[in-house]
């Protein structure tokens, strides 16, 4: 009442009571005016606005709603009335989405939301809404990821989901919905992006091949790199066999490892080779995982090298080495064999012939003296004695000639020798050899490891009965040397020096050797030469 009196005009809202007396919500207003006889009056109008009041406070009752919701979910709540292009948003869903409070209207314009798109989603999000007000459109629902401004400057990811609320005649009227900020998720996604890409970098732009087979041994996946190692293009060996690249003598070796890579992991396997589009074999190096329990993969991962370079190269200096190596024993040995052919020439034409000329004199002396002592006899025996172990020296220092067909005639002589100063049962089996093929140099290595073993049988081995096998198969020969006597154990006695002497020479000629041999069970000299 003052307030009408002070400005002549009024309205507020009461609480008015009925003749039942009931309550009711009432709007009341109110003027003071001057009637046409100048007297002063006021005009009162009472609207009932119970239903009113009950509206709004649904709709707080709503918006509480909306708060809780927000608080609970981290969402912002909205409804955007189309007709008027308002859209009510709750206070806390802003507060969680910008960080602020709520600067702006609870009831606000859309345009006010869309000052707030990043400027490169603004067409994307357009395209969205403006599907709303097609002619004809049927949609349900309203949805869009686009970067939001905060009130600070900088920007968030949103998503955006409403549903789509239609009159009659199929018109969108009214949306109602939630946002969401994903910033955490979409950077997450962009992270996970960016390491695929970094990974497909490095696969694709790797020199080394990267491969997948499934546990049947096919191509389930190979980089680009499989084109400049064997010339493929990498989906033509998808679904293939990866066995039928491998090379026939590593396939077993290969399925052999496969099959110990469930409790061994990643594993080094050793070098294989691989058929390239032209046909010709490449050595690669390859590390291998079992990856088939896991889902994303379920195969075997191979990370491959070519070395096939590398191979052929420490081929060529192994094969260097050889050679040098192989130069420098033919060398000692020839140095050797001169030596040999020099002491037991000295031997049987210097000192045997002055034992003979002593054996000489002193049987003149016995004549002439006529004397027959026993010491004289004796040393008449030694003088002997000497000069045949002299002459049996010269001959073994002294290299048989072995042209035509004198080798085998020089081992049975030898083998002769030995049997009569030894007592020895010897064997000589060369049935069929063909020696005529054989070089002398090889003829005279191979009648030098006999004579060296024999002499290490005589020494050691305690023997009743010695076999020498020869045999000639093409480019190969082979000599084998087995006796009966107490042999050996091969893993714990360490080569001596006939045994070295031995290796030495069959080195010159890509020997192999091989000895069998076990405590009373004598032993077998394997020489193969390539």
């Not at 009950?54 to 709709?59: N, T």
């Not at 074999?281 to 329990?293: A, Q, R």
């Not at 040995?333 to 037991?344: K, P």
């Not at 020895?424 to 060296?452: M, W």
């Amino acid at each position: 009442i003052e307030e009408r009196m002070h400005k002549g005009r009024v309205k507020g809202q009461l609480t008015l009571v009925r003749k039942d007396g009931s309550k009711f919500e009432a709007e009341l207003t109110s003027a003071v005016f001057n009637d046409s006889f100048g007297h002063n009056r006021t005009s009162m109008i009472v609207r009932d606005i119970t239903d009113r009041k009950l509206a709004e406070h649904r709709i707080e009752e709503s918006n509480e709603r909306y708060n809780l919701i927000s608080k609970t979910t981290n969402d912002m709540v909205w409804d955007w009335n189309l007709l008027t292009n308002k859209v009510h948003r709750n206070k806390e869903g802003w507060k969680k989405l910008f960080g602020t409070e709520q600067s702006e209207n609870e009831h606000d314009h859309v345009q006010n939301w869309d000052d707030r798109i990043h400027p490169e989603d603004i067409e994307k999000v357009k395209l969205i809404t403006d599907e709303l007000w097609r002619p004809g459109s049927a949609k349900d629902f309203y949805e869009v990821e686009c970067r939001m401004r905060r009130d600070d400057g900088s920007y968030m990811f949103v998503h955006d989901r409403g549903y789509i609320m239609r009159n009659h005649q199929g018109e969108a009227i009214r949306l109602i919905g939630a946002t969401q900020d994903i910033t955490q998720r979409k950077e997450a996604e962009l992270q996970v992006i960016k390491s695929e890409l970094r990974f497909r970098s490095l696969v694709q732009n790797s020199s080394e091949l990267i491969c997948i087979f499934n546990e049947k041994g096919y191509f389930k996946y190979s980089s680009p790199a499989i084109k400049q190692m064997l010339g493929f293009e990498p989906e033509e060996t998808i679904e293939k066999n990866a066995f039928a690249f491998v090379h026939p003598d590593d396939i077993t070796a290969l399925k052999d490892y496969l099959g110990q890579m469930k409790s061994s992991g990643l594993k080094k396997i050793p070098l294989l080779r691989f058929k390239n589009i032209n046909g010709d074999w490449k050595w690669i190096e390859s590390k291998v995982t079992d990856m088939s329990d896991n889902p994303e993969v379920s195969g075997y991962v191979f990370n491959c090298r070519d070395v096939t370079e590398s191979v052929h190269l420490a081929k060529e200096l192994e094969e260097e080495r050889l050679l040098k190596h192989q130069e420098i024993t033919k060398a000692v040995i020839s140095a050797q064999e001169r030596e040999r052919q020099e002491l037991g020439g000295e031997l049987h034409d210097n000192v045997n012939q002055i034992l003979a000329g002593s054996l000489l004199y002193l049987g003149l002396a016995k004549k002439e003296l006529n004397i027959d002592h026993p010491y004289l006899k004796e040393t008449d025996s030694l003088i002997n004695t000497a000069i045949e172990e002299i002459r049996s020296l010269s001959h073994s220092l002294i290299p048989p000639s072995l042209h035509e067909s004198e080798f085998l005639d020089a081992m049975k002589n030898i083998i002769e020798n030995t049997q009569k100063t030894s007592g020895i049962n010897i064997s000589l089996q060369a049935c069929g050899f063909d020696e005529s093929s054989i070089p002398d140099r090889l003829k005279l290595t191979i009648y030098r490891i006999v004579q060296e073993q024999l002499n290490n049988i005589l020494k050691h081995a305690a023997a009743q009965n010695v076999i020498v096998h020869l045999v000639k198969d093409n480019e190969k020969t082979l000599l084998n040397i087995k006796d009966d006597g107490r042999g050996f154990d091969t893993s714990q006695k360490a080569d001596g020096v006939g045994l070295m002497n031995i290796r030495t020479r069959a080195s010159l000629f890509n020997g192999d050797i091989s000895i069998i041999s076990s405590p009373g069970r004598g032993c077998e000299l394997r020489v193969l030469f390539n």
